[in-house]
């Protein structure tokens, strides 16, 4: 048997380990939502709260029904974006998809709702309303695309979907950078993180839509 070229072995095995941290990034801040459930009191970002807002049940309903509902989409999008999964596994793709869909209207509507609470200002409120508006349309988009049988336009709009759903990932990353690297105050950097956690994902996501029009072209 003739064996793989050498740079085709390495560049799948860094696929494959880049999925793997992808896919893993996502599952675990997927769950992490479950750690505001669990813990015995106020936790994170609901430590920087106002007492009264925390106390809120308007308020709480909308935060926990965002944070829940936002984990499922992102532990179950992930998927999705494997060709060969789709293709062999095409009724759990649609059930996923489904799945999907329902989990981010309902985090992105919550989203939305309790974006102007943010404890560091408008600036803050405007970024993380833009995202769930972003997130919601683009997810609504592409279901209507998938049931038109446009399958290349919900592609494109689902993947733009997922990278304002991988945000729940990116501020992960960019909020202690920006405060332990760079000694910003939590007040400074929240407002920063409100639009560096979703900006620059969908100018990936437009690089990668970009990329695959060329290549069918």
């Known amino acids: 048997m003739k064996p793989f070229p050498e740079p085709l072995v ?17 599952v675990i801040v997927g769950l992490y939502p479950l750690a505001y459930l669990l813990a015995p009191g106020n936790i994170a970002l609901l430590l920087l709260k106002s007492e009264g807002l925390v106390n809120n049940g308007m308020w709480k309903a909308g935060f926990f029904t965002h944070i829940l509902a936002g984990g499922i989409a992102l532990m179950v999008g992930w998927s999705q974006f494997i060709p060969q999964w789709r293709s062999r596994y095409l009724a759990v793709h649609r ?28 600036i803050a409120s405007i970024g993380f309303g833009s ?4 997130w919601l349309a683009t997810t609504i988009l592409a279901w209507r695309s998938i049931h038109q049988r446009n399958w290349q336009q919900h592609e494109r709009l689902m993947t733009y979907s997922y990278a304002a759903c991988f945000a729940a990932v990116t501020l992960r990353f960019w909020l202690p950078a920006l405060i332990g690297v760079f000694q910003l105050k939590f007040s ?25 029009q060329a290549k069918s072209n």
């Open 131 to 134: 995202l769930g508006v972003i």
């Open 95 to 122: 059930v996923l998809g489904r799945v999907y869909v329902i989990a981010v209207i309902v985090s992105a509507t919550a989203a939305i709702s309790i974006a102007p609470f943010s404890s560091t200002g408008t």
């Open 188 to 212: 400074t950097a929240y407002p920063i993180v409100a639009w560096l956690c979703w900006v620059p994902n969908l100018a990936f996501a437009f690089w990668i839509n970009s990329w695959r």
């Open 10 to 26: 390495k560049r799948n095995i860094t696929q494959t380990a880049l999925w793997l941290l992808f896919a893993s990034a996502c």
